[in-house]
């Protein structure tokens, strides 16, 4: 089982970035995948939430309206579309999973964890 997060850059505020997640080992039918965050200096903090066929999502308030989840079960891709960044919003950015179904972001929740993507936001 792994997950491989990628996407990660530099942009400048205001600017996007759009974020990867590809899992192997098992089918995202199966799981469900959140995305975390952590800032140089901060604690780990979770940003997304997707589960299910539909898909169900749910976002932290900080990224509410600008970051969009989204997965394609064929490809076993997950991504994180990010819009109007903020130098906030630097971080190394971390997908994870675990099987069953839960929408939320207890990290603890989640079993499998990817390598972190950086992402900075920077002018």
């Known amino acids: 089982v792994q997950l491989q997060a990628s996407g990660g850059g530099l942009v400048q505020p205001g600017g996007s970035l759009r974020l990867s997640c590809a899992a192997s080992?098992?089918?995202?039918?199966?799981?469900?995948i959140g995305w975390f965050r952590q800032a140089p200096g901060k604690e780990r903090e979770g940003v997304s939430a997707?589960?299910?066929?539909?898909?169900?999502?749910l976002y932290a308030d900080s990224v509410k309206g600008r970051f969009t989840a989204s997965k394609d079960n064929a490809k076993n891709k997950v991504f994180l579309q990010m819009n109007s960044l903020t130098p906030n919003d630097t971080a190394v950015y971390y997908c994870?999973?675990?099987?069953?179904?839960?929408?939320?972001?207890?990290?603890?929740?989640?079993?499998?964890w990817g390598q972190g993507t950086l992402v900075t936001v920077s002018s």
């Open positions: 994870a999973a675990a099987k069953g179904w839960y929408l939320g972001l207890d990290e603890n929740r989640y079993v499998y």
């Open positions: 080992g098992f089918s995202l039918d199966d799981v469900y």
């Open positions: 997707i589960v299910g066929f539909k898909p169900s999502t």
